[in-house]
């Protein structure tokens, strides 16, 4: 499950797991660096892929298109995007073009059978799961590519799964997940 908002969080399930690894940082692919020299992440490093491909990624590229001084919040680029306003439908697409290397990369290390996409990007998805698929499938290896699916709850997804995360914790229920 990769989530999409002020960032690029990731949820890895294996054989019905959730993957957590020794320090409880498995999964940390927003800090991978996807462009050398790229923007200043809060990490440290630059170009992180949710530097890249995150909602705050979407509408610093609105801002830096010159159409305003202030960035838009995302369900405003989405709004702005669907009034044909050119701009914001731009600052989408290299968000969903980031979005696609990100994900490519989770393809081809982990082999995962589905990817399922969940946040506010998923309002977009007849727009912009196309786009987000084709640089997927931009140089495919070997093998299946995952299914890449959008989660049809945007929001409440995020919210069940923190649940689940805090019941499996302090209360070992892990058939929650």
Known sequence: MVTVSEGIGIGL???????R??????GEFGHTTLEVGG????????????????????AR??????ETSNDPSYLELLALAEQGDVKAAKALDTQALFLGRGLRMLATGLAPAAIVIVGEITRAWNRLGPAIEKEVTAYPLPGRMPRIQPAHDGETA???????LVLQKHFAASSFL
């Open 13 to 19: 399930f294996m054989n019905g797991q959730l993957v």
């Open 21 to 26: 690894g020794p320090d409880g940082m498995a």
């Open 158 to 164: 995020r919210l069940r799964g923190t649940v689940a």
């Open 61 to 66: 590229y609105y801002s830096r298109s010159g």
């Open 39 to 58: 923007p200043l992440c809060g990490c440290g490093n630059r170009g992180c892929w949710e530097m890249l491909a995150s909602n705050r990624a979407a």
